[in-house]
Nanobody, 123 residues
């Protein structure tokens, strides 16, 4: 199984980025997908998740209304659209796959992890 996250970069506060995560080696449409992030010196934290069908989504409070998670099962890809970025959004962002297919926020629920993509928001 491979999860390849990309789309990170340097952006000014208030700007936007779209992260993508391409999956291979698994039946993508059966898995829930999540995005997590880890800032320097901090633990990895949950950001957003989407169920296997895309019908259910769940976000951490700090990104609600600013971030949108979506998926394209035909392309085996999950996206994280990030808007109104803040300096506190700076982190390495990881995508992860959960074989239950259901939305979860705990890292222990996820079976596979990607390598991460760095998002830096300058103020």
């Amino acid at each position: 199984v491979q999860l390849q996250a990309y789309g990170g970069g340097l952006v000014q506060a208030g700007g936007f980025l779209r992260l993508s995560c391409a999956a291979s080696g698994l039946t993508f449409s059966r898995y829930a997908m999540g995005w997590f992030r880890q800032a320097p010196g901090k633990e990895r934290e949950f950001v957003a998740t989407v169920s296997w069908s895309g019908a259910s989504t769940y976000y951490t409070n700090s990104v609600k209304g600013r971030f949108t998670i979506s998926r394209d099962n035909a392309k085996n890809t999950v996206y994280l659209q990030m808007a109104s970025l803040k300096s506190e959004d700076t982190a390495v962002y990881y995508c992860a796959a959960d074989r239950s297919g259901l939305v979860h926020s705990a890292t222990r629920e996820y079976d596979y992890w990607g390598q991460g993509t760095l998002v830096t928001v300058s103020s």
